[in-house]
C-alpha cells in the first residue's frame, strides 16, 4: 500500500464459518491482497476491511468465495428525508441446529440402546437399526460434511473433518458388513467382546455413527444461541433511538418516521419524550435526563441555544429543537461504531479443540491408514480384522467429548450462575477471567445506587429543618424533575399546593399552607427574588458542591431559610465488594465522569486507591486501553450506554442488571442484581467454568491418547472403542455437573 492511497472501510458479513480457524482463513486471503488490510470476527460473523481505490468492493466478496465461504456487502445507507426500508429478518441459526438435534435424538435413542444390549436384540433388529441411522448420518450430519469438503479443498483440516470422517467411516463399514458378510443374516447377534473376535464382519458400529452426530448437534446448538444472544448489542444501542419525530412545517406540526428527518427540520420535544436527535433548542427550557447515554443520574438544564444529544430524554417542559445532526452522524452513532471497533479488536479465545484438531485429525487419519497397512502387510489374520482395527483407531478419536466438553459445562455454569444472578453469555470470555489483575469500577449505578436522595437538610439559625423539608417537598411534589421527585419523597407526608409554577428549569413557586414558598437555584433567587442567602447556608452550599452534590435552596415568605443537598448514594454492599475483589487478587479502580472531589469521596468510603475521574463518554474506552498497554489484564463493570464500548474493550466486561441494555448486550457477564458484590461471585464462577471447560477437553483427548495404540494393535473392539467414548461423554458431563455446587460467600 503506497503513501497518499485513499482508503475505504466496508463491513462484509461472513456466512459458512463453523469455528475460529475459518475466521484466521478468510483473514489470511483478504491480507493477501494488495492494498486490503483485513480483520476476521467470528463471533459476530463480519470482516472489517480497509481497502485502496484499487480494490472494487466486489473484489472482496470474490476472494471470500473463493475461499469457501459467502460474503454480502452491507446495503447502502438510506438517504435523508426518505423511508427507511424495512429491516430483514436474520434467521435464526440455533432454530436450525434445534431442527436437526431432535430429529437425529430422536432417531439415534433407540439405535444405540438396539447396539449396546444384547438382550433387546431380534431377528433383523440390524436394518432396523440401519434404516434409522441412515437419515442421522447423511442428513443430521451433512453441515460437517459440508464443512469437511470445504476444509478439504482447500487443504485443511478441523473437528468438523473429524467428525464427518469419523462418522462416515463407522457407517460405510458397518453398511459393508450388513451387505457383504453374515452381519446381515436375520439371527445376527453383536456380542460385546473385550478383544476383536477376528472376524469383523460380526460387528456393525451404527451406534456410533448416530451418537457422534447427535452429541456434536447438541454442543453446535448450545454455542448458536448464545452467540446469536451476544451479537444483539449494537441492536439495542440503535433502538434507544426515537422511532418517529413531530417535525414544525409551516407552523404545523406533523409526525414523520425517524428516517426522513433531515438537518435544519425544527422538531417537538415534549416531557417524558425522547429527543429524536442531536440539535440545538430554539424555544423551551427544560431539564434533560441523559443517564441513558451518560450513566450520570443529575439532569441537565437547557434553554434557547444550548446543544442536546439524540435519545435522551425530556424530562421538564416543551422544547423546539433544530436538528444538526442526523443517521450516521449522531453521538448515539458514534457510540455504537465504539461499540463495534472495541468487539473487533477485541481478541477471540480460539477453542483449544480446534487448536489442537488442526494437528490431531491428520495423524488421526494417518494413524488409521498406517494401521490398516500395517495389518494387510504384517499379519495373517483376516482382511476384515485389519479394518476392524483401523476403524476401531478412527472410532475411539471421534470427538464427542471434545463436542460436549464445552456446551455442558458452560449449561451448567449457567444455570448456576443464573440461580445466583450471574449471567455467562458463552466460552469465549472464560479464559481471560484467571489472569484478570484490574477491575475498573463505573462510579454511578455500579458503586452507587444511580438514584437521586436528599443527602442533608441545613436551615438558617432558628428555623426547623422538618418544616423545611415538609414545605420543600410539598412544592416539590407538584414538579417532574428528578431532583424534585427526590426531595418529595424524603419529605414524606406532604400538603397540597395552590398557584404552582415552574420557572423554566431555574426554580418553582407556590403556596404551601398559607406560606409563599420558593425552590430552586441560588441564582434565581438573588436575581429574580432580591433575596440574600445567609453565610452558614452558603458555606453549607459550597461544601456540597464540592463533594458532587447539589444544593436545593428553599426560600419561604421572603427569606432564605435552608439548603436540601441532593446527591447519588453509595450501595451499602459496594465496600464489601471492593473488600472481596482485593482478595480475589484484582487491584479496584474507580471510573467516572463526575468532578474529582467528588469522586475521591466515593472512592474513600468503599476501600478504593485508584481514582480516575471527570472522563467524558467516549474516553473511557481510552482509559480502558491505556491500562492493557501498560501490561495489566482489566476487568470493566458498568451500567450505562456510555459504558457498553468499555466493556466490549475489556478483558472481561462485567454489566450491571439494572443498568441499560446495551451495556447488558456489551458485556460478557451480567450481574442481574445490581449488586456489587455479585462481581467476585461471577468472576469465581467464571474461573471455575473455565477450569471445568479445560478439565473436560484433558480428559476428551486423554481417552484418544490411550486408547490409540490399543486400538492400532488390534487389543481394541471398535465396540468397546464406541463405548470407551460414549464413557469419555458420560465422564464429561458428570465433571460439569460438579458446577451446580458452587456457592457464593
Avoid at 443374516?185 to 447427535?214: C, K
Amino acid at each position: 500500500m503506497t503513501t497518499g492511497d485513499t482508503l475505504h472501510d466496508v463491513e462484509l458479513s461472513i456466512g459458512g464459518m463453523t469455528c475460529a480457524s475459518c475466521a484466521a482463513r478468510i483473514e489470511k486471503k483478504l491480507n493477501r491482497m494488495d492494498g486490503v488490510t483485513a480483520t476476521v470476527n467470528y463471533a459476530t460473523e463480519t470482516a472489517k476491511v480497509s481497502y485502496t481505490t484499487e480494490v472494487a468492493p466486489e473484489d472482496l466478496v470474490a476472494t471470500v468465495e473463493a475461499t469457501g465461504y459467502s460474503a454480502t456487502l452491507p446495503p447502502p445507507p438510506t438517504p435523508a428525508g426518505t423511508e427507511p426500508a424495512a429491516e430483514s429478518t436474520e434467521p435464526d441459526e440455533a432454530a436450525a441446529w434445534r431442527q436437526r438435534l431432535i430429529v437425529s435424538a430422536t432417531l439415534t435413542v433407540p439405535v444405540v440402546l438396539l447396539s449396546m444390549i444384547p438382550a433387546l436384540q431380534f431377528d433383523n433388529w440390524q436394518w432396523i437399526a440401519l434404516t434409522l441411522a441412515s437419515p442421522v448420518v447423511v442428513w443430521g450430519a451433512l453441515p460437517f460434511h459440508r464443512a469437511a469438503w470445504t476444509n478439504l479443498r482447500h487443504g485443511a483440516a478441523t473437528m468438523d473433518t473429524l467428525i464427518s470422517v469419523g462418522v462416515v467411516a463407522a457407517y460405510l463399514w458397518s453398511l459393508w458388513a450388513l451387505l457383504f458378510t453374515h452381519a446381515g443374516m436375520p439371527g445376527m447377534r453383536m456380542a460385546f467382546d473385550l478383544f476383536p473376535s477376528g472376524d469383523g464382519g460380526t460387528h456393525i458400529y451404527l451406534e456410533v455413527a448416530a451418537a457422534v452426530t447427535t452429541f456434536i448437534l447438541a454442543g453446535r446448538y448450545f454455542e448458536a444461541r448464545a452467540k446469536r444472544q451476544s451479537g444483539a448489542a449494537l441492536r439495542a444501542l440503535l433502538d434507544m433511538g426515537a422511532k418517529d419525530v413531530a417535525v414544525l412545517r409551516n407552523g404545523t406540526e406533523t409526525r414523520i418516521p425517524i428516517g426522513q428527518l433531515a438537518v435544519g427540520d425544527v422538531f417537538v420535544v415534549r416531557p417524558g419524550e425522547k429527543i429524536a436527535t442531536d440539535g440545538v433548542v430554539t424555544s423551551g427550557t427544560s431539564a434533560v435526563d441523559a443517564s441513558m447515554l451518560t450513566g450520570e443520574s443529575v439532569p441537565v438544564e437547557v434553554a434557547p441555544g444550548d446543544s442536546v444529544v439524540g435519545a435522551t430524554v425530556n424530562a421538564g417542559g416543551r422544547l423546539e429543537v433544530r436538528a444538526t445532526r442526523v443517521g450516521a452522524d449522531t453521538q448515539l452513532a458514534q457510540m455504537a461504531r465504539l461499540v463495534t471497533d472495541a468487539q473487533n479488536g477485541k481478541a477471540e479465545v480460539q477453542r483449544l479443540a480446534d487448536r489442537v484438531s488442526a494437528v490431531f485429525v491428520p495423524i488421526v487419519i494417518g494413524l488409521s491408514l498406517l494401521t490398516l497397512a500395517g495389518w494387510l502387510l504384517f499379519t495373517d489374520d483376516p482382511v476384515a480384522s485389519a479394518f476392524t482395527a483401523a476403524v476401531a483407531v478412527l472410532i475411539i478419536a471421534c470427538p464427542c467429548a471434545l463436542g460436549l466438553a464445552t456446551p455442558t459445562a458452560l449449561l451448567v455454569g449457567t444455570g448456576r450462575g443464573a440461580q445466583l444472578g450471574i449471567l455467562i453469555k458463552g466460552p469465549q470470555i472464560l479464559e481471560s477471567t484467571r489472569r484478570v489483575d484490574t477491575i475498573v469500577l463505573d462510579k454511578t449505578g455500579t458503586v452507587t445506587t444511580g438514584r437521586m436522595s436528599v443527602d442533608s437538610v441545613h436551615v438558617a439559625d432558628g428555623e426547623s429543618a422538618t418544616v423545611a423539608l415538609h414545605l420543600a417537598g410539598s412544592l416539590e411534589h407538584a414538579s417532574e424533575h428528578p431532583i424534585a421527585r427526590a426531595v418529595a419523597e424524603r419529605a414524606g407526608a406532604l400538603s397540597d399546593v395552590e398557584s404552582f409554577e415552574n420557572h423554566g428549569g431555574r426554580g418553582v413557586s407556590g403556596i404551601v399552607d398559607g406560606h409563599a414558598v420558593l425552590t430552586g437555584r441560588l441564582s434565581w433567587l438573588r436575581d429574580d427574588w432580591s433575596l440574600t442567602a445567609p453565610e452558614s447556608l452558603r458555606r453549607a452550599a459550597d461544601d456540597a458542591e464540592a463533594a458532587g452534590r447539589t444544593p436545593v435552596w428553599v426560600a419561604w415568605d421572603g427569606t432564605i431559610r435552608a439548603v436540601v443537598v441532593v446527591s447519588d448514594t453509595i450501595k451499602d454492599t459496594s465496600a464489601d465488594a471492593v473488600a472481596e475483589l482485593r482478595e480475589l487478587g484484582l487491584h479496584p479502580v474507580l471510573l467516572t465522569g463526575d468532578n474529582r472531589r467528588a469522586a475521591e469521596s466515593v472512592a474513600a468510603q468503599v476501600g478504593i486507591d485508584d481514582v480516575i475521574a471527570e472522563v467524558l463518554p467516549g474516553d473511557k474506552v481510552a482509559v480502558i486501553e491505556r491500562l492493557q498497554r501498560d501490561g495489566r489484564v482489566v476487568a470493566m463493570v458498568g451500567d450505562g450506554v456510555n459504558d457498553a464500548a468499555a466493556l466490549a474493550q475489556a478483558d472481561l466486561g462485567l454489566a450491571m442488571g439494572t443498568g441499560t441494555d446495551v451495556a447488558i448486550e456489551a458485556s460478557d457477564l451480567t450481574l442481574v442484581r445490581g449488586d456489587l458484590t455479585s462481581a467476585p461471585d461471577a468472576i469465581r464462577l467464571a474461573r471455575a467454568t473455565l477450569g471445568t471447560i479445560k478439565g473436560n477437553l484433558f480428559w476428551a483427548f486423554a481417552y484418544n491418547v490411550a486408547a490409540l495404540p490399543l486400538a492400532a494393535l488390534g487389543l481394541l473392539n471398535p465396540l468397546i472403542a464406541g463405548a470407551a467414548m460414549a464413557f469419555s461423554s458420560v465422564f464429561v458431563v458428570s465433571n460439569s455437573l460438579r458446577l451446580r455446587r458452587f456457592s457464593p460467600r
